[in-house]
């Protein structure tokens, strides 16, 4: 707070989005560069830390993606602010259970993450060990060696991952990104600004920009017709490189979080040991978040790739059959809290009134990865590609 309010009586209100960026990743005083509470001991729980089912069907999709392109023999897993690291380490259990099909691929695995903290708590997660910080000329700021075995290295930016078919993940991450909000008054668009209070000291407040702002220009659309819209132009900056790479190198990325289809309005929170928390007050130690515009992701991938969703998480888990593992870990077990816990935690995944309805799975995946329906019957067309698991009913044979 301090910082900012030093900032804002120099030079003026900032934009929503600048104001978030230095909440959360701030170099020194950011939420998210000093620990981020994700978990049951801080500020927010997600899916991955209240089940290991979430990240072994995770797994399941990338396999399943992967054979179906043809089981190339080289891929990248590059995860987006993998958080603790256990969404990976699940994935990675799977990919060691499965051995004996991925035995001749060259896999290794990208963590993108800004927060030094984070990093070093993922790399106890996923090496077992401290690893050590690379050369400062090296793109990877560190590399480890997962428990199972597999190269692990870590950026700061999806453009220091070196190009090749990868597969990319992206769980709660696009929702952590600044956004900018818009107002549309009387006079038009403005945007909304975060200034000091000037009647209380150290209080921070929502101002309208007096007239339009570059960002009004570039990110309002003429046919809008909500009154308040969120914008995150770093979510589609990303997203337009993920479909360029997946363009040109291969591979495929697999987005889950909250958020919405172009139709919601006023989205920013915070969060504060699980509770919700004033979005102006102490920044930096609360998390701050806005749901995602899935319809804003898609137009980013210019058509570079197709899309598929956003389908509700239950759904999705439910395509990916959590319902038979639930079962096999149910018979598996024999005492009754492990049980029960397991119960819990799938009721948690996919209850609608929980996490199974306001989370949403989206997909990037190569044209030529999807059924046309047009040409699947043509004699002279080859076998039709089968359907991307998730994104369609589970069908038992
Ligand atoms: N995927 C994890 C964590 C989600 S929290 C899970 O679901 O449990 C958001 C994560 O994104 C954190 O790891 C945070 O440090 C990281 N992050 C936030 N902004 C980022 C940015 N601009 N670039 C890279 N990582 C970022």
Redesign the pocket.
Known sequence: LRHLARKLRASGPVTVAEYMREA??NPGQGY?TRR?G?GESGDFI????ISQVFGELIGIWYISEWMAMGKPNTFQLV??????G??TDDILRVFKQLASVLSKCDVSVHL????PK?SEIQAVMLTGEKVQPNPEDSPAYMKGVSKTGIPIFWY??IQDVPPGYSFYLA???FD??PIHKFQRTEKGWREVLVDIDPEVPDQLRFVLSPSRTPATQNFIQPEETRDHVEVCP?AGVIVQRLASRIEKDGGAALVADYGHDGTKTDTFRGFRNHKLHDVLSAPGTADLTADVDFSYLRKMAQGRTATLGPIKQREFLKNMGIDLRLQMLLQNSGDTATREQLLHSYDMLMNPEKMGDCFNFFALLPHHRLVHPDKKDKAESKSPPPPVAGFNELLLK
């Not at 993108?112 to 927060?115: A, D, I």
Request: charged content about 25%.
């Open positions: 959360l990743t998210y981020g994700v997600t899916s991955p830390e995860e987006l602010g993998p958080g603790r256990t969404l993108v993450e800004v927060s984070l700061r930016d769980h709660e991450f952590a990104l770093e």
